[in-house]
C-alpha cells in the first residue's frame, strides 16, 4: 500500500466586519478574518496538508488569490476541488488531524459541527477528522488577538 502524509498550515488577520468562518462553520464573534476567500484558516491548512501529501504544490497554486474566480469564495468549495484533484489522482483520505490557534472565541463546542461539516463535503467519515483548539498563552501574534493559525496533517492512500 501506498501511503503518503502531509502537512499544511494557514494564518489569517483578524479584522472587524467580516465573518468568522472556520472548518466550514460560520462561528458567533466580534470580527472575522482578513482573506481573498472567507479566509477559513481550518480549511486553507487542509487543503495543503492533502495537496501536499500527494506532491500537488499547494492551495496558492490551486487557487491563486489574484484570480476573481476565488474572491469571496466559500472555502468548502476549495476543499471539495482539493478532494477532486487527489482522487483524479488515485488517492483517497486515511485521516486528518488539525490544531486551531485562537484566543477567542473558545472553539471546542464548534469541533464537533466542523467535523461534520467537513466530512460532508470531502465524502468520508467524520471519525477520520480530528480538530483541536488551543491557545497561544497570550503570545505572538495569535495571543495578541491579532489573528487565528491553523495546522493540519493528512495522511492519504494510493487507491489507483
Request: net charge negative; hydrophobic share 45%; glycine share 10%.
Amino acid at each position: 500500500m501506498n501511503i503518503r502524509v502531509g502537512f499544511g498550515y494557514d494564518v489569517h488577520k483578524q479584522v472587524a466586519g467580516r465573518e468568522l468562518w472556520l472548518g466550514g462553520i460560520k462561528l458567533e464573534a466580534s470580527f472575522g478574518l482578513l482573506g481573498h476567500s472567507d479566509a477559513d484558516v481550518l480549511i486553507h491548512a487542509i487543503c495543503d496538508a492533502l495537496l501536499g501529501a500527494a506532491n500537488m504544490r499547494d492551495i496558492g497554486f490551486h487557487f491563486p488569490d489574484t484570480s476573481e474566480e476565488f474572491e469571496m469564495i466559500d472555502s468548502k468549495l476549495l476543499l471539495m476541488r482539493t478532494v477532486l484533484l487527489l482522487r483524479d489522482k488515485g488517492y483517497e483520505i486515511g485521516n486528518i488531524d488539525c490544531t486551531l490557534c485562537a484566543e477567542k472565541p473558545k472553539l471546542n463546542p464548534y469541533i464537533p459541527q466542523m467535523q461534520e461539516v467537513l466530512a460532508e463535503v470531502m465524502g468520508v467519515e467524520v471519525d477520520i477528522i480530528s480538530i483541536k483548539a488551543t491557545t497561544n498563552e497570550k503570545m505572538g501574534f495569535v495571543g495578541r488577538e491579532e489573528g487565528l493559525a491553523a495546522y493540519a496533517v493528512a495522511l492519504i492512500t494510493k487507491t489507483v
